[in-house]
């Protein structure tokens, strides 16, 4: 947190969390490089973290991009190091929460590249905080991100594909979700809203050839994890059975699997990337309160 | 009577020639042990592997079934150990495991497709034919499943679990005895994704939907029918839909994934119904 001094032994301590840009190009990937040559994938929230990993994953399986996020100068960096694999990269600044903004993204979208055939939606966030702290402002901001958000992207593609005649696949970035996350009550409740209209939308939607479905990070290493205050990122490596964090990798290739026609018939799923933490062990992003410390 | 009217599923030559997603020499020097792998889903799965560079153990029940299936497996450059059992029979199993680490000294990817049902109204289910699809759907998975963690562990290797199961998450009508199998084999995989992560071990399920495959020719018109319009995509699955599933939770795609069951049923259990033996009138609702 801001003023501590951070103890840099501490494996839960770095100077720089996730994978660098470097292992994004060489990490290897379990996909045909030319796997999505031709395509094009539109990825929310890709100027940093989980969502740049996203993007350089479909980059390298051959994708043309387009990259949105609210801050263009994060963006830029973006563009430019995502056009070395050799697709086009359109970046497009905006605000999720405003379904207007929303609308030009998919009007340029389809201007530039007259399809999408991969809508991956990344943006989205949390903060930690005891739920009974929760200031009405965060809250509606979390709903209105993760939710509103999500689901205006949702929709704004969808009416596309519909009226182009064109097949579209979904891919929601959401959180492990199934046992609750204390200290994350408010994008638990956002991500848990995007899982069922999920489903509801894979139903709704089959008849358009619309696929949608739900892709839920554990313990992801990125450069969000500095976010959070010491003690919280403390209980991220040691918060599922298999007492390590994942990379970015492990969501983009789930994100491919979905999403290339591995997954024609899958619609309406979610899969956790976890480590099996649904099924045991304990994630405290604020810190562990004393009353949960059995001797 | 069940009419034999057509061939249900890909091919061998569609199985060679389908797509994949995956490099292809993603499992160069890997081995997979893939069960029931003869026909059907399981015939589709080892392809896969071995279209991918792995060298494969297949067995089922039938030599002469598993014979052939091997030389066209063989067919992929890659070496083919067969060996035929019931993986009803535990001590089968061992020998099983223990050929494989003799011919290959590693197992990395357990595909346990062997499996079965037939279809049937719960009330008239007879106690042998309950008996059978639990004894092979359930505890023939766990005799595989134990009898291969006790070698990785012992030889200190990682490896990766997958069983096919089925779409129960709204129960399966008329197959009663495989839902319960199945929902088993789910939740026993839950429990070992944990008490096995200590040792390098992931434990997954892939629970297929209306797949198009030979084992259709085991269902009446009747039922077969309702195979075809059972989830919202109103289309039936390939058995590559399954092997990729595997594939992606069995490679390193699927290193941090454990407990999870991907279902592959374009959507069935959100929308539709299927009735294998035929649909009762009870049920048959006018539009």
């Known amino acids: 947190m801001a003023g501590e001094e951070l103890d840099m032994s501490k494996p839960w301590n770095k100077d720089h969390y996730g994978f660098t840009d470097a292992e994004l190009v060489s990490y290897p990937l379990v996909f045909k490089s030319d796997l999505l040559k031709g395509e094009v994938a539109l990825v929310s929230g890709a100027g940093q973290g989980i969502g740049k990993g996203i993007a350089a994953a479909y980059a390298r399986c051959g994708a043309d991009l387009v990259i949105c996020g609210r801050t263009q100068e994060k963006l830029d960096a973006a563009q430019s190091f995502l056009e070395q694999f050799g697709g086009r990269v359109m970046t497009h600044a905006l605000n999720i929460r405003d379904p207007d903004q929303v609308e030009g993204l998919m009007d340029r979208t389809w201007a530039e590249f007259g399809r999408c055939d991969h809508l991956i939606n990344n943006a989205g966030g949390q903060f930690p905080i005891p739920s009974m702290d929760i200031p009405d402002k965060g809250w509606r901001a979390v709903i209105d991100n993760n939710l509103n958000g999500t689901w205006y992207m949702m929709q704004r593609a969808a009416r596309r594909w519909r009226d182009h005649g064109q097949p579209g696949s979904i891919v929601n970035i959401i959180i492990v979700l199934s046992r609750g996350q204390p200290q994350v009550a408010h994008t638990c409740a956002s991500r848990a809203g995007v899982v069922y209209l999920s489903k509801s939308l894979a139903v709704e939607w089959a008849p358009h050839n619309i696929r949608v479905n739900c892709v839920a990070p554990g313990a992801v290493e990125s450069s969000g994890f500095a976010t959070y205050p010491e003690e919280g990122r403390k209980s991220f490596y040691t918060c599922a059975p298999m ?7 492990d969501i983009a290739e789930a994100c491919i699997y979905y999403s290339s026609h591995s997954g024609n018939f899958v619609t309406g799923e979610t899969i956790d990337i976890s480590g099996g933490s649904a099924l045991w062990g304990e994630m405290w992003p604020a810190g562990k309160p004393d009353y949960f410390k059995n001797a | 009577m069940i009419e034999y009217k057509k061939h249900y599923g890909l091919t061998d030559e569609e199985l060679a020639a389908y797509p994949t997603v995956f490099d292809e020499t993603l499992l160069e020097g890997q081995v997979a042990l893939v069960s029931g792998a003869a026909t059907g889903i399981g015939r589709g799965i080892a392809t896969l592997f071995a279209r991918l560079g792995a ?7 039938n030599e002469e079934r598993l014979d052939k299936a091997a030389e066209y497996f063989r067919g992929f450059g890659r070496k083919v150990v067969t060996e035929v059992m019931s993986i009803r029979d535990p001590e089968a199993v061992e020998k099983l495991m223990d050929k494989t680490w003799a011919e290959y000294g590693r197992l990395d990817h357990l595909i346990n497709n062997a499996g079965g049902q037939f ?13 059978a699809v639990i004894d092979t759907n359930l505890n023939g998975s766990w005799y595989m499943m134990q009898n291969a963690a006790k070698r990785w562990r012992d030889h200190k290797q990682p490896g990766s679990i997958v069983t096919i199961t089925a779409e129960v998450w709204r129960g ?7 839902t319960a199998s199945r929902a088993g084999v789910i939740y026993l995989s839950k429990t070992l994704a944990v008490e096995w992560a200590p040792y390098n071990i992931r434990v997954n399920s ?3 939907g209306v797949i198009e495959s030979s084992g259709f020719n085991n269902y009446s018109d009747a039922g077969r029918d309702t195979f075809y319009e059972s989830g919202p995509m109103k289309r039936t699955g390939h058995v590559m839909d399954i092997a990729e599933a595997c594939v992606y939770l069995s490679s390193h795609s699927g290193n941090f994934v454990t407990g999870e069951t991907v279902t592959v049923g374009g959507g069935m259990s959100l929308w539709g119904e299927i009735w294998p033996a035929g649909k009762p009138d009870y049920f048959k609702i006018e539009d």
């Open chain 1, 243 to 249: 007492q390590r964090v994942g990379n970015v990798f």
């Open chain 2, 172 to 178: 399966i009508m008329q197959m009663a005895h495989t």
């Open chain 2, 55 to 61: 060298d494969l153990v297949v067995c089922g029940r």
């Open chain 2, 206 to 208: 892939v629970a297929p």
């Open chain 2, 119 to 131: 279809a049937q109204d719960a009330i008239d289910i007879p106690y042998k034919g309950w008996q």
